[in-house]
C-alpha cells in the first residue's frame, strides 16, 4: 500500500520560518509530482506548491520568493521550506503524491500556526 506523511508543522512568529518534509513510500513506481496544499478555517483548499520527478516547480502567487519547494528523488521526499511567514499562511498544510499510473494519496496534514 500506498502512504503519504507530512511533518515539520508547528507554531511560529511572523517573520520565521518552517520546513515541512513530506515522505511518500510503498510503492514500486516513481512518483510523477508531489504537491502541497493549505487549507485554512473557513477557506477552501488551495494548492501551495508543486515539484514533478523532472524538477518542474509551481507556486502559488502569494508563497512566491518566500516558500521553497525541493525534493529527494531517491527518498521520495519532498520539503517545503517556508520562509518569512506570514499569518495568513495558518493552515493545515497537506502533502499529495501522485505516482505513475494514477496512483495517488494524500497526507493527514500538519498544522502550520503564524503569529503576529
Known amino acids: 500500500q500506498v502512504q503519504v506523511e507530512e511533518s515539520g508543522g508547528g507554531s511560529v512568529e511572523a517573520g520565521g520560518s518552517l520546513r515541512l518534509s513530506c515522505a511518500a513510500s510503498?510503492?514500486?513506481?516513481?512518483?510523477?509530482?508531489i504537491s502541497w496544499y493549505r487549507q485554512a478555517p473557513g477557506k477552501q483548499r488551495e494548492l501551495v506548491a508543486s515539484?514533478?520527478?523532472?524538477?518542474?516547480?509551481n507556486y502559488e502567487d502569494s508563497v512566491k520568493d518566500r516558500f521553497t519547494i525541493s525534493q529527494n528523488n531517491a527518498e521520495n521526499m519532498v520539503y517545503l521550506q517556508m520562509n518569512s511567514l506570514k499569518p495568513e499562511d495558518t493552515a493545515v498544510y497537506y502533502c499529495?503524491?501522485?505516482?505513475?499510473?494514477?496512483?495517488?494519496?494524500w497526507g493527514q496534514g500538519t498544522l502550520v500556526t503564524v503569529s503576529s
Open positions: 499529495h503524491a501522485l505516482w505513475y499510473l494514477n496512483l495517488e494519496a
Open positions: 515539484i514533478t520527478s523532472g524538477g518542474s516547480t
Open positions: 510503498g510503492s514500486t513506481f516513481s512518483i510523477h509530482a
